[in-house]
């Protein structure tokens, strides 16, 4: 058995009982020798599955198909007749209600009974028991004899030892059907819990949706026998093939005391057609379908009213079709057909059943169960459902741009302005010197390079740290600067003579545009790197220039850094920003500079170098 599987069933058959008269008949041909003979029904018979850790199994089947024979077997309650059945792990079977509790002891006497027989010792059990009789919900009855408890009661005792007694394979049989619908839903959290956490569950249910809920894999058992395994939608669909669409043609008993109503219409027939006018027992989600409902008077009749009921196999209503909209009249002793269509059939995949009611204060017919029909998937309700629900709605989706609102991002900005600031103090205590004086102008940068690519330009506004250094360095050069930073010692300590604001480049706004920007090692500071590239965008002149320098990914782990982009992160912001890359340059500590312009339209492809205009590629 391979490492993944716990659960490994080969050729399994099994037979109750050894009848005497068989028993005696076939030791009688056996002497003869004759064939002995079948020595009575097969419980199951050869049936083959495995199950791997963590997966949870659903078992379907009619009454007698099975199911809860494989389940004890499994659970080394009986025996198989013959064939090979291997589980590993710690199993707690929850077969029926009352399986493995003593009647006469208490609820808490009962978890320490089933601990117990679970190998757990005293101490585990002590340990586990506040939470097993907080999960049980039992107050005062926790302590008294389990003899007095309800179906409902022996339920939540043992879920409650179940759901805590840490099994590694849990069988459950149709148990969650007992109980309110508030403890239900308990312990379908805990079970989807237990999922999560790899125990392996056999579960089997004649809830189809509970099924289709909870379970990966699911299989049919049909007398015995394995007849489908696959998804639990798929599963879903065959059973209900194989159990209810035998009985879709239904014959309707004329005779007036078997139904109820006066009588003075009868209902004959009901069929279905599809969107081609024949008639079937199945049609696909969305199609256009009409409910033909055939009938015959005995009395005059004013305007009845017909309704279609459409249940789901639990006889729950999903809808009602009503004939409001039209007039008829109806005399004595005629035939006649009334049909209702529907031009997208909207049901979700499955299996549905109609009643057809004639009257309303004043009943004149009622058939329940008229007619069953399937409904099954098609491309569209897959994809728009995923085959959930009993009706697939036709839902129009659209996605609105998201932007955070400029004053959240700069209350975001600031909180880690201020984190960088408490850093350049720390620095700055440290080194007994303003922090930007270590600031060298474009210290990692070709000097050369960038002055070139800048040659054209006037007005550059510089953006971050050391701008103090970096704006003296290009006042030098004739260029007019102002600058902006998040840290007033850049303001207090500027070696400068061009203006130095204290702001943060997410909300920077002015009347005044620029040739040209610069942000240095400031890109790994910002919040909203796509809010503030496009900031920097509306402030630049169409070709306005950009240099950008991206420390190396090592920074990433620096605490005040937010994001140190990658080369195709980059290049993808400052497209979005609205920003053609001319060229790229890698320093020799890793870090990589950015030379962009803007672009004429936002919505401009990247071009390659040698796309680049002749004159431009000279000018970078």
């Known amino acids: 058995m391979a490492d993944d599987v716990v659960i490994k069933v080969e050729g399994l058959w099994k037979r109750y009982g050894l009848p005497l008269v068989p028993a005696v008949k076939g030791f009688a041909n056996r002497l003869l020798g004759k ?57 707690f079977p929850m077969i029926e209600l009352n399986a493995g509790i003593h009647m006469e002891l208490t609820g ?36 008294k004899p389990v003899r007095m408890y309800s179906d409902g009661m022996l339920a939540r005792l043992g879920f409650g030892v179940a759901m805590n007694i840490d099994a590694e394979i849990l069988l459950i049989d149709e148990v969650l059907a007992v109980g309110d619908y508030g403890f239900r839903r308990k312990c379908i959290e805990r079970f989807r819990k237990l999922q999560t956490e790899g125990i392996t569950i056999l579960f089997v249910s004649h809830n189809l949706y509970q099924i289709r809920r909870l379970c990966e894999t699911s299989l049919v058992l049909h007398q015995g026998e394995i007849l489908f395994k696959g998804s639990p939608f798929d599963s879903f669909i065959f059973y209900e093939k194989l159990t209810v669409l035998e009985q879709h043609d239904r014959i309707i008993d004329l005779f007036p ?7 003075k219409l009868r209902i004959t027939k009901v069929e279905l057609e599809n969107s081609s ?196 360095f290009l006042e030098e050069k004739g260029f007019e600067v102002i600058g902006i930073t998040i840290n007033e010692d850049e303001i207090n300590n500027k070696v400068c003579r061009s203006p130095v604001y204290l702001s943060d480049i997410h909300v920077f706004e002015t009347d005044q545009t620029f040739d040209a920007a610069i942000m240095w090692d400031v890109i790994e500071h910002l919040v909203a790197p796509i809010i503030a590239l496009k900031q920097v965008n509306k402030l630049l002149k169409v070709g306005g220039k950009l240099v950008v320098y991206v420390p190396s990914q090592h920074w990433q782990e620096c605490d005040y850094h937010i994001i140190v982009p990658t080369e195709s992160q980059m290049r993808w912001l400052l497209n979005l920003s609205g920003f053609v890359i001319l060229e790229t340059e890698n320093e020799k500590d890793g870090g990589k500079i950015y030379y962009a312009i803007k672009a004429e339209n936002s919505h401009m492809q990247i071009k390659q170098k040698n796309e680049i205009p002749e004159k431009q590629q000279s000018e970078g």
């Open 108 to 143: 808490r006497e009962n978890v320490r009974l089933l601990g117990a027989i679970m190998g757990l010792t005293r101490k585990e059990i002590e340990a586990k028991m506040p939470e097993i009789e907080e999960f049980c919900e039992l107050g005062e009855w926790f302590d």
């Open 277 to 472: 006018k024949q008639v079937v027992k199945t049609v696909y989600s969305g199609e256009q379908v009409t409910f033909s409902i055939h009938f015959v008077t005995f009395e005059p009749l004013t305007d009845p009213l017909f309704t279609i009921l459409i249940n789901n196999l639990d006889n729950i209503p999903i809808t009602a079709l009503i004939s409001r909209d039209i007039s008829h009249n109806l005399t004595s002793g005629v035939s006649g057909i009334i049909k209702c269509s529907i031009s997208n059939f909207d049901l979700a995949p499955g299996t549905y059943t109609v009643d057809i009611k004639v009257g309303e204060e004043d009943r004149i017919d009622f058939i329940q169960n008229a007619l069953y029909f399937q409904v099954l998937p098609n491309h569209w309700s897959t994809f728009v459902s995923d085959n959930v629900g009993f009706v697939v709605l036709r839902a129009k989706w659209e996605m609105e741009r998201i932007v955070p609102k400029r004053k959240e991002i700069h209350e975001e900005s600031h909180r880690y302005d201020e984190k960088i600031i408490e850093k350049i103090s720390t620095f700055q205590k440290e080194k007994n010197e303003p922090y930007s004086n270590r600031a060298v102008p474009f210290k990692r940068g070709n000097i050369k390079k960038i002055l070139t690519f800048l040659s054209n330009c006037k007005y550059i506004i510089d953006i971050g740290c050391g701008v103090g250094h970096t704006m003296k």
């Open 257 to 263: 005391t078997i139904r109820s109503g006066s009588g």
């Open 35 to 91: 064939p002995s003979g079948d020595g009575g029904p097969w419980a199951l018979r050869d049936v083959s599955f495995e199950v791997k850790r963590g997966e949870t199994l659903g078992i379907i089947g009619r009454n007698g198909a099975g199911k809860s024979t494989l389940l004890k077997i499994l659970a080394g309650v009986t025996p198989p007749t013959r064939g090979k059945v291997e589980v590993r792990g710690r199993v």
